[in-house]
């Protein structure tokens, strides 16, 4: 019975070209390995390999540690800040917007202008005037 299961297993032989492009998908940051081991059907021994001999970024004696959660967590805590800040922005838009309508307003219907003319003098300020 134990030499009908040695027949049925499979040694599998991998070009180099595909090896790389493993690699390469790895780093470009698109796949983690469990999702290339899924895909490929190819242990993570076997990728973990692959990147430690093919890898651009990795140096010898260092270990690749893949920290998902965290930086998945960090991505979704910059999209929440991004769309707090986006909120924001939109809420002065809105300021802006009303009180440029209010200095309309005010020019037009009361005839007083209050947005600063370059041409007036400046005042003297609060010191005394002469009586005429």
Known sequence: MKSNIRLLKKHRHYSIEF???IV???ESGDFSVPQLEKLHGVSNKSIYDWIYKFSTFNEKGFRVVEMKDSSSKKLQELEAKNKELEAALGRKQIQLDYLEKMIELAKSELDIDI???YSTPQSTGSGKTKKK
Request: without cysteine.
């Open 24 to 26: 390469a998908d790895f």
């Open 19 to 21: 090896k790389k492009q």
């Open 115 to 117: 947005k600063k003319n």
